[in-house]
């Protein structure tokens, strides 16, 4: 009998999972889906690894179909489906933060639970959802080990100048400090990177991944050094709904003026970015298809903060040998890429049109160093390696 790996990503409406066959050297994913509409509408769909429907569904509404509901469908349907082949020896999870004290993936006991409840007023959006997971697993399936990979572990070596903000230092112990986001993309990408150029694996690099969420990571030697998100996943660039780098004095403002924290928070996290100054869609494709001057001046605000991001990472890096996209945007757009890279011809940046067009791998021409690439990400084949790690004795 083989040996599976469950990761579960748990938002604040959904929950996603992937199953994973362990096998020498990679794991291979057998199926992944996610229940959607918890609590209103839920919904099951589940995909085979070529993307072939498995399963969809509209679960019968119960009053309460939370984390704990879903995460008892998401076991009997793998249970029925996969039992007489594979047992489960673990499940890893996407936890958003692990602020300083988890810098690598860690087994989830009940301390490890009370650490990561003391995060919540640090990511109050995403962390408990993320727990509500694991307490579901603890709860219907006490004996299965759990595994916490964090999205903020990748960047907790960097320099203090690099997570601070400049204010007093009282605040940076109480957690006030760029933490940084994404962290299992970054992984994902620079472990590709290893397999494929190990040279360029260990130079200077800057890794955009442009998704609904969008962040930078600027890396040297595999490890982070700086990225654009901060204390939140608001900050750096503009995303679909979120609204990027922000004066603080904005906010001052608006509570000034009679806003309350709930409705800047709606604003930031849901109607702004790409939305907020479009007034058309969060999803790059529309804006692309819109003739609406205000789609054209988000798509131009995306690319010139990109650029501008991507000038200062270059300097923090002090210099740049590889370039790579990717996340939705990053691994999909040809035009968004190509207008990025076209402002970075002074960093002597320069991409074959046709590369670009057909989202190979390498789209930069010989000539240009830096080297650009695409690389999809795999966040969650990096949570089943990671827990894989984690469980081997
Ligand atoms: P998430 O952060 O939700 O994981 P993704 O990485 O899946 O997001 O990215 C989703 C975004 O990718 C969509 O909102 C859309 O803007 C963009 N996207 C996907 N495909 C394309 C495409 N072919 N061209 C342009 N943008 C695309």
Redesign the pocket.
Known sequence: MGQAIIVLNAGSSSLKFSVYAVADPKLDLIAHGQIEGLETAPRFTAKDHNGNSLADAKLPVGQDFGHPQAFSHIANWIEEHYASQYSTTGIGHRIVHGGAKFKAPTRINSEVISELEKLIPLAPLHQPHNLAAVKAVSQSHPNLPQVACFDTAFHQDRSSVSMRFAISDEFFQQGIRRWGFHGLSYESIIGSLRETEPTLAKGRVIVAHL???ASLCAIRDGRSVDTTMGFSVLDGLPM?TRCGSLDPGVILYWLANGMTPAQIEELLYKKSGLLGISGVS????ELLKSSKPLATEALDYFVYRIVREIGSLTAALGGLDALIFT???GE??SVIRQRVCQSLGWLNVAIDSQANQNNSRRISTAGSSPVVFVIPTDEEGVIAQQTRRMLSP
Not at 282 to 285: A, E, F, G, L, P
């Open positions: 998704g609904n969420g679909g969060n999803d790059v494709r996340a939705g945007i999909n757009s």
